[in-house]
């Protein structure tokens, strides 16, 4: 069974562009999750969706931040335009669906972004 | 608010021997989860572990075992007879068991370790 993957692994942008993250969920997933490690500090958590739904978008930033998830599968996190405080590792997690919560998230291998 | 803390930013050893990684949490929750992630230099965050807060029971794991004590909210992870392919950032995490509240994972600094041949 293929794992959450992220594309791309790495991208160097300058400041104003504009860059798009991909994460594709194991399949059956339906939880979604977007996490980011900024260098130095700890992993924070940024949305979650819940198939095409966003559940909790309150660890978002700002307004630079546009996540969707168009029909429950894959999800994109576009940030627009990017600052150099957005440099960092974009992690992505996926988790079932289950009445208790707390189901075990899988992570991606992370998108390193790097702001210039 | 959760918070979690792992007060060791960085264990250094040389192979074989045991570490011992403290985790220590904050929740208002009477019910939640714990995790211990691993991070190898490859970048990608490895599950380890999830423990319930009714589950208090020790675990071991081969050369991996947890700690988890209630009464002083920690939840310590040990590695036994350490090897090279050790050497990773460990991040230990908490959530709620509640399903409404999304379940985000709030994670301490993390801990890396060097183990060395």
């Known amino acids: 069974e293929a794992g959450v993957t992220q594309f791309p692994s790495h991208s160097v942008i300058e400041k104003g562009q504009t860059v798009t993250l991909r994460c594709d969920p194991i399949s059956g997933h339906d939880n979604l999750y977007w996490y980011r490690r900024v260098m130095g500090k700890e992993i924070k958590f940024l949305l979650h969706f819940v198939k095409e739904s966003k559940q909790d978008e309150s660890g978002m930033p700002n307004n630079r931040f546009l996540a969707e998830r168009t029909g429950g599968t894959y999800s994109t996190l576009k940030v627009q335009p990017a600052e150099l405080e957005d440099s960092g590792v974009y992690f992505c997690?996926?988790?079932?669906?289950?009445?208790?919560?707390?189901?075990?998230?899988?992570f991606g291998p992370g998108t390193r972004l790097l702001v210039l | 608010a959760q918070k979690v803390t792992q007060a060791q930013t960085e264990i250094s050893v040389v192979e074989k021997e045991d570490v011992t990684l403290d985790c220590v949490y904050e929740t208002r929750d009477t019910t939640y989860y714990l995790f211990w992630y691993k991070q190898p230099p490859s970048g990608e965050l490895v599950f380890l572990i999830r423990r319930n807060s009714f589950d208090e029971q020790n675990e071991i794991s081969g050369r991996y075992s947890w700690n988890f004590q209630k009464s002083t909210s920690s939840f310590n992870f040990t590695i036994t007879a350490s090897q090279v392919v050790d050497s990773a950032v460990y991040f230990c995490a908490l959530t709620q068991m509640i399903k409404a509240a999304g379940n985000k994972l709030t994670f301490g600094g993390g801990t890396r370790v060097l183990v060395k041949p």
């Open positions: 997690a996926s988790s079932l669906l289950a009445d208790l919560g707390g189901e075990t998230q899988y």
